[in-house]
Every structure is written in C-alpha cells, then in structure tokens.
C-alpha cells in the first residue's frame, strides 16, 4: 500500500518537473524561431546566389550582400527576404517556408 502511494507521489513529481521543464524550454527561446545557420547557407547558394552573386560579390542581377547588417535591421532582412521589391522575386512562402527565411537571414547576417 504504502510503496504504492509513494510510486504515485513519485510519478507526480516527474510529470511535474517533465511539465516545468518543458515550459522552461519554451520561455529560453524568445518569439522567434532557432535560426540555423549552415541551412541558410545551403539556401542561399541554391536560391539566392543566382543573383547575389556565389562569392556574394553581387551577381548579374542582384546586388552583393554584403554588410547588410550596416544598412538594414534583422527585422527588415526578414520582411524584405518575405515582400521584396521588383525585380526581386517573393520566395516566400512559395518556395521558402517561415523557417527558411529566418535560416537564410541569419547566414545572410554573417556576410561581411
Ligand atoms: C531573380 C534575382 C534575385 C533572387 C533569386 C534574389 N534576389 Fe535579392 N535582390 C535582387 C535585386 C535585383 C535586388 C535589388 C532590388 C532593389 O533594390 O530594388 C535585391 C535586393 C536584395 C536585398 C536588399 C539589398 C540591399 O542592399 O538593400 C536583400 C537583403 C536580398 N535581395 C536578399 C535576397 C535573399 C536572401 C535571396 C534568397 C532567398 C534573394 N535576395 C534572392 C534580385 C534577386
């Protein structure tokens, strides 16, 4: 009986630090979502490079990207990289989702 009783307290106790823990995890990463870096990477050279240039020198089309954090805020990055303006074509969210825009801001961040 006893033995029972403590298996239930000990039971509660887990689903309890399971459920803190949890809820610590969520209020350690702020609103927005983890950026990975080398994903962004990988988008950048596959869906950007065309026009920015491989060697972000700038390409044939678009200008080079580098420094953009001396120009323009994180949150600019991401609303440019989401509504650009002609002839930058919206990537999002036909062929980058929420996720990918972040990734690619941030490598995109660590271009100088
Ligand atoms: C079809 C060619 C093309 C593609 C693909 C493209 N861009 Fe652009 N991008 C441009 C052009 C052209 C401009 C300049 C637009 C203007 O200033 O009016 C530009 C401008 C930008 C700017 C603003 C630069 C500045 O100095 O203000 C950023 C940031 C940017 N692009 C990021 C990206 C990212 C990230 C991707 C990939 C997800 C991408 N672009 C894909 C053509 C392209």
Sequence with gaps: MLSGRL???GLLLGVLTF????TH???ASPSQPHADIQHGKAIFLRTCG???GLNRQGGSEGPALKNIV???THAQLIAWIEKPRPPMPALYPGQLSKQSVYDVAA???TLK
Excluded: D, P, Q, R
Excluded at 19 to 22: A, E, M
């Design 107 to 109: 490598y995109v961040e």
């Design 70 to 72: 001396s120009k323009i």
């Design 25 to 27: 995890g969520a209020n």
């Design 7 to 9: 298996y239930g307290v």
């Design 50 to 52: 065309v026009c920015h």
């Design 19 to 22: 459920g803190l823990s949890v």
